[in-house]
């Protein structure tokens, strides 16, 4: 092999990551992928990011992925650097986002020999790929080479999307060299020729005809059923769900990353506010279509529980999704579903209306429980969602964010709403939400003071977002949620605070102007919505510290449900 053939090879591979559908391609610097990093940079029809971090890098292409719903590929150098694109390959693969993770690598003469920056890179990241693909190092057989790269980019769009791996060992010299032999001009002639768009139609894992058509016949035999949907992704045929709902008379219980929870929904029960709703008053259902992931209500698990012998149908993707094993679980991805026209059965409104009734109350007890509690997380969201732009996303952090959000009412103009349900960590959220970006809109990203900690190193990577970006960080003193556990109750001590709580003592808007981001303080629900509403104007990254007070959900939650008991 020469220094020319590995530099055709590579721009082939570059190029075929574009014909393919490959939309960006994020870049951490390093030696090894010098030949990769230099075609990409050749190759037009790429968007090109250069992020250092390559934890923060994987979290970038992830939330670029997740909202354009095209694959997204990564580039790094050999080593430990491949490593850190683990948290983000778990998440994606849990999540089904496309990714498309390439790790140059030392050729096979160095390994195992104790060569410097070299680690067995080979199955890296386990089962949580769809496929890894050792590509060898380069040599003549371009046409090989393609074909490889467009088998991992499809198999990374379905049936089963996910992450994929390309293994790439490259050899010295890594700077690009042009042909100069006949055979060297004959190649790069071959690999040109290879080039032009590939059709990839995404495949897709249909769900059983037989076991849409027994929902179908369920839903038509029963008048008192309800809808409960977790998190959806954008795609998920939401007036779809929403005709379900007005056909069968259904009520909806859907949470925000659902798709279902903010827009018109216009006929339709949507009970906003179940979680507030205590279970004991909930009527019982005798039949429960439940769609996307698991909820994450407080609420849920014991429902669930006095759900048990309640006939109950799981549509969740191609992945399971019944924690609790007694549902009848339907595989495949869903672009329709059953009508649930009212055939033989009888029902009257009794149904419907005990749902709405309860609803009303349960409203106005978590606007009384609001208002009662303005310095809480839940009033300071609540204005920020009222400040949302048209047009805008939000993506929603995990732990106590994702739960409260589900405490303001729903409707109004449809919202897109983001959320890394996969792992559900709180890992790599402001990468991610700088990736959205790349869909073209501004997105608001809200998260707490422990999950903005935790991603600090992000904020560098966020300089790469191409739309506005807005962090609101809900500092409550640490990680709040735990006072919402039972290990709260366990008489920890000071233990509790230390190892629980994590209370992180740092000030938002320092940091953020120490690492070049425009930091502002909105110490009231209103100052925070003027501050969505500036940030998202503007554009670059703004960080706004929206102090709240320590107890404040648990105070809007418990509240609620006590005027409701």
């Not at 890992?427 to 903005?452: E, K, M, N, Q, Y």
């Not at 425009?518 to 500036?534: E, I, K, L, S, W």
């Amino acid at each position: 092999m020469t220094a020319a053939v590995q530099t055709i090879w590579c721009e082939l591979l570059a190029g075929t990551l574009a014909d393919a559908g490959v939309g960006t391609v994020v870049i951490s610097p390093g030696s090894r992928s010098t030949p990769l990093v230099a075609a990409l940079a050749r190759t037009p029809g790429l968007e090109l990011a250069t992020i250092i971090d390559e934890r923060a890098a994987a979290f970038f292409a992830l939330g670029a992925a997740r909202a354009t719903n095209r694959p997204a590929a990564l580039v790094c150098t050999s080593g430990t650097a491949a490593a850190h694109y683990l948290p983000a390959i778990i998440e994606a693969s849990l999540a089904a986002v496309p990714l498309v993770a390439i790790t140059a690598d030392r050729p096979p003469e160095l390994q195992h020999c104790g060569a410097s920056q070299t680690i067995d890179q080979v199955k890296l990241y386990g089962s949580f790929v769809r496929g890894a693909f050792d590509l060898g190092a380069p040599t003549s057989a371009v046409r090989a080479l393609r074909r490889t790269v467009v088998q991992a980019v499809t198999l990374a769009r379905g049936p089963h999307a996910g992450p994929v791996h390309l293994e790439v060992p490259l050899r010295k010299p890594l700077e690009p060299a042009p042909p100069s032999t006949d055979a060297e001009h004959a190649l790069a002639a071959e690999a040109r020729a290879l080039r032009g768009a590939v059709r990839i139609a995404p495949p897709s894992l249909a769900p059983d005809a037989a076991a849409l058509a027994e929902l179908a016949d369920a839903i038509a035999a029963e008048p008192d059923g309800v809808i409960v949907a977790g998190a959806l992704p954008a795609s998920f045929p939401r007036d779809a769900v929403l005709d379900l709902a007005r056909r069968a008379g259904y009520p909806v219980i859907a949470e925000a990353p659902s798709q279902l929870r903010f827009g018109p929904r216009d006929g339709v029960a949507m009970i906003d506010h179940a979680d507030v709703i205590p279970i004991a008053q909930r009527p019982r259902p005798k039949l429960v279509v439940q769609l996307g992931a698991e909820p994450v209500a407080a609420s849920w698990p014991a429902w669930q529980a006095a759900l048990r012998g309640v006939r109950r149908f799981v549509l969740a993707g191609p992945a399971w999704a019944d924690p609790d094993g007694s549902a009848h679980v339907i595989l495949g991805e869903v672009t329709t579903l059953p009508c649930g026209e009212r055939r033989s059965r009888v029902r009257t409104d009794a149904w419907l209306e005990t749902w709405r009734g309860l609803e009303a109350r349960a409203a106005a007890a978590a606007s009384a429980a609001i208002e009662r509690a303005p310095t809480s997380e839940t009033a300071v969201l609540r204005a920020a969602l009222a400040a949302l732009p048209a047009g805008a996303s939000i993506q929603i952090g995990n732990s106590l964010p994702i739960r409260i959000i589900d405490h303001v009412p729903g409707g109004g103009r449809a919202m897109r709403v983001l959320s890394q349900r996969g792992a559900a960590g709180i890992d790599g959220l402001i990468a991610s939400a700088a990736g959205a970006t790349r869909a073209g809109a501004p997105v608001l990203l809200v998260l707490g003071d422990v999950s903005f900690a935790h991603d600090l190193g992000s904020l560098l990577a966020a300089r790469a977002a191409t739309a506005p970006l807005a962090v609101l960080v809900l500092d409550n003193g640490g990680g709040q949620i735990f006072a919402g556990l039972p290990v709260a109750r366990a008489n920890l001590g000071a233990a509790f605070e230390s190892h629980f709580v994590t209370a992180p003592g740092i000030d938002p808007v320092a940091v953020a102007t120490a690492l070049g981001a425009r930091g502002v303080t909105a110490a009231t629900p209103a100052a925070a919505a003027t501050a969505v509403a500036a940030a998202l104007a503007t554009p670059g990254v703004t960080i706004i510290h929206a102090p709240v007070s320590v107890s404040g959900a648990h105070d809007v939650r418990t509240n609620a449900m006590g005027a409701l008991s």
